[in-house]
């Protein structure tokens, strides 16, 4: 059994912790993987932490890590539109947390529905970014079961 999680961040939150604090909070990108590395060392095992402005890379991350022990993926917008990463996401043998920082149900009417969800273990939203790390524990309790 594979020890390896994949932490995959979507367009834009390359520039977390710059604009926007009141959506989505002043941490950076660096603390996100930060949080989520204090679980995955803490069980010893290995984070792969990325993030694409690009559907094709995140498709081509989703391939790699499909016989992984775990994603957390936050898809930014990608979860509005693409079919291709629900295509992608449909291929992963391995539990998926999709993660929101804000509360998507809280916003746009738009923003409430992410067609990536029904290919998810399981959704997190509006939790800032201990969303990641609530995600990473999970991903630990499903590992130990198995
Ligand atoms: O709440 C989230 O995590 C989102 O996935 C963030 C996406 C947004 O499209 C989703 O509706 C919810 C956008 C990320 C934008 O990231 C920024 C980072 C820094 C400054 C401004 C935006």
Partial sequence: MTSRIYLLNGPNLNLLGEREPTLYGHHTLADVES?????????????????????HEMIAWLH??????????????????????????????????EVHISNIYRREDWRSKSILAPAATGVITGLGIDGYRLAMEHLVVLLAKA
Avoid: M, W
Wanted: glycine share 4%; aromatic share 4%.
């Fill in 64 to 97: 790699e890590a499909r016989h992984a022990a775990g994603i957390v993926v936050n898809p930014g917008a990608f979860c509005y539109h693409s079919v291709a990463i629900l295509d992608a996401l449909k291929i992963c043998e391995c539990p998926v947390v």
């Fill in 35 to 55: 949080l989520c590395r204090a679980v995955t060392d803490r069980q010893r095992l290995e984070l792969i932490a990325r993030q694409t402005n690009a559907e």
